[in-house]
C-alpha cells in the first residue's frame, strides 16, 4: 500500500517571509483542491502524570498570527490534560495533496468575549450539543444523551438565545514550530519547519 508521491517539491525561496503567511497559501491550495474539512486537525495532548499522549481530530475554526483556535469543552479529557499540561501538538493531514502541516505549541484559553461571540455563530443544535454532552465523561446510553438533548431543545427552542455553557470555551495555540511537508518521489520528502528564536522565525530544512 503505497504511493509515488510527486517530483515538485518544496524549496526555501518559495517560502512565505512567515509560518502564518505560508499556512494561508497552504491552507487555500488545500481547500481549493477540494479536500473534505480541510480545517479538520489531528489535535494531541498528554496525561501530566503517566505522560500517555491522546489524539483526537477538531475542526479549526480561526487563525492568525496570535495562533490556531478550536472550541471543545474544557472539563474533556483534552480540555482536563491541557489545563496541567499546556503543550500541544496540531497536525492538518492533507492526505490527497501529499502535504502535511505540524504545529507545535503551547494552549491557552481565549477570552470569554471571544468565545461568546463564536458560540453565537453555531447552529442552533451545536449550541444545544455543547450543554448535553459532558465531553469524555461516561453516559448510560445513546437514550440518555438523545434525552438530554430534548430537555434542552424544549427549554430553548429555536430561534430563543442559548447561553454559553461555563464549562465550554476555546483554545488558542501559539506555535513554537510549524512545519510544512511535502510528499516526494522515493520518500524524499520536503520537510521545512519554522522554528521561533525569540521573536523571530527561522527555517530549517529536516531529514525525510
Known amino acids: 500500500m503505497r504511493e ?20 494561508t497559501r497552504w491552507f487555500e491550495e488545500a481547500a481549493a483542491s477540494g479536500i473534505f474539512e480541510p480545517n479538520a486537525m489531528v489535535v494531541s495532548t498528554a ?29 474533556s479529557r483534552k480540555g482536563r490534560e491541557l489545563a496541567a499540561n499546556p503543550r500541544i ?9 501529499a502535504r502535511q502541516v505540524i504545529v507545535n505549541g503551547v ?10 461571540a463564536y458560540f453565537r455563530t453555531r447552529p442552533h443544535g451545536s449550541q444545544l450539543g455543547a450543554w448535553a454532552s459532558e ?5 448510560a446510553s445513546r437514550a440518555e444523551l438523545d434525552r438530554l438533548y430534548g430537555d434542552l ?9 442559548v447561553p454559553v455553557p461555563p464549562e465550554w ?14 510528499g516526494r518521489e522515493n520518500r524524499l520528502h520536503d520537510r521545512l519547519r519554522y522554528a521561533l528564536t525569540d521573536t523571530n522565525w ?3 530544512r529536516l531529514c525525510p
Request: no cysteine.
Open 47 to 75: 496525561d501530566p502524570a503517566t505522560g500517555q499522549p491522546s489524539s483526537r481530530t477538531v475542526l479549526l475554526k480561526q487563525y492568525d498570527e496570535r495562533g490556531f483556535v478550536f472550541y471543545t469543552n474544557y472539563g
Open 169 to 182: 470555551g476555546g483554545f488558542r495555540v501559539r506555535p513554537s514550530t510549524i512545519e510544512f511537508w511535502q
Open 89 to 97: 501538538s496540531l497536525l492538518f493531514p492533507w492526505h490527497p495533496i
Open 202 to 204: 527561522q527555517v530549517e
Open 153 to 161: 431543545a424544549a427549554r430553548y427552542p429555536e430561534g430563543e438565545q
Open 135 to 139: 465531553q469524555s465523561s461516561k453516559v
Open 107 to 116: 494552549a491557552e484559553h481565549t477570552g470569554r468575549d471571544e468565545t461568546a
Open 4 to 23: 509515488q508521491y510527486r517530483a515538485e517539491g518544496l524549496a526555501e525561496e518559495e517560502l512565505a517571509e512567515g509560518p502564518m503567511a505560508q499556512f
